[in-house]
């Protein structure tokens, strides 16, 4: 689906994302001259181009009415406000692409779209292909079981199914646990998120293996808390971050821009509270309060006086 709205120009967003990879940053341009391929293509079509996910609340998923909603594209906002005044253009349009977990990579490498707004990892595999932002959240691969299940821990599942959405970093962490352990797992892939809920649901599978926040947020949204439950240990470390193409240090630096700006300003937690804390707008409410590890992420992009900076 591709859907283009007129944004108005806000600083609510932000975002706070790994950066993988080091490269010198360009000041802001005069006339549009001197852009970078992402940033020039952008100011000739009035066109951001923001990757979204439909079923990874809070991060990117869709309302009531379709729309896509979330912190991560709340973050993209506030991108999207810098890329602006950096191409001199105070009228972009978004132009949300639908994206999943197997071809997110592939939609920013082959510039389909410019920004991919969801729940990504950032590692140093996935850093060969395409940039990414500061940290903007820490997760890690937990179960998701039937409430009356007997597994607790990732051993209960010896020769058990597991489903796992494809294209993501937990995927490879089953595999991984599953050799280590030498578990016998039988591990099935889904396309994405809901999909791996409802093979959970219809009893095809054990346990959903994914990030433990994207758990929450989807025991949250169809209301299964007396279902389901969240279990384990971590079997990965998952920093989130936005992705964007590699090799454009000035793109880097309006993403880093953006960033900085929505933690000098104190903007940042709030942003956090609102959709970690507070009833998002579908009706769930998730009650993940900030982390000190990410607090301490947000409070070294403070730039301003008296800030960690």
Not at 66 to 77: A, F, H, K, Q
Request: charged content about 25%; glycine content about 8%; overall charge neutral.
């Amino acid at each position: 689906m591709h859907r283009a709205r007129w944004r108005p120009i806000r600083a609510e967003g932000l975002v706070l994302a790994v950066c993988l990879l080091a490269a010198p940053a360009f000041g802001q341009t005069a006339g549009g001259e001197g852009l970078s391929p992402t940033l020039a293509n952008i100011k000739a079509t009035h066109t951001v181009r923001i990757g979204y996910r439909e079923a990874s609340p809070p991060f990117s998923f869709l309302d009531h009415s379709n729309r896509p909603i979330g912190y991560s594209l709340e973050l993209c906002d506030a991108i999207v406000d810098e890329i602006a005044a950096e191409v001199d253009d105070a009228n972009l349009k978004i132009d949300y692409v639908k994206v999943t977990s197997d071809d997110r990579i592939p939609a920013v490498v082959d510039k389909k779209i410019d920004l991919e707004c969801g729940s990504t990892t950032a590692n140093a595999e996935r850093g060969k292909q395409v940039a990414f932002s500061p940290l903007m959240f820490v997760a890690g691969t937990k179960l998701m079981v039937p409430k009356a299940s007997r597994v607790n821990q990732v051993a209960d599942l010896k020769g058990k199914t597991v489903v796992v959405t494809k294209g993501t970093t937990n995927e490879q962490a089953m595999h991984n646990v599953d050799a280590k352990l030498s578990l016998g797992l039988n591990i099935v892939t889904a396309g994405d998120h809901d999909q791996s809920y409802q093979t959970l649901v219809d009893g095809k599978a054990d346990a959903f293996a994914t990030d433990d926040i994207l758990l929450y947020g989807l025991i949250a949204r169809h209301k299964s808390q007396d279902k389901f439950r969240v279990t384990g240990d971590y079997l990965s470390y998952d920093p989130y971050g936005i992705m964007y193409r590699k090799g454009e240090p000035q793109m880097k630096d309006v993403v880093e821009r953006a960033f900085r700006k929505l933690a000098s300003n104190r903007d940042i937690v709030p942003l956090y509270n609102k959709w970690f804390v507070a009833r998002l707008p579908t009706g769930e409410k998730l009650n993940v309060a900030l982390s000190p590890q990410l607090e301490e992420a947000f409070k070294a992009l403070d730039d301003s006086a008296g800030g960690a900076n």
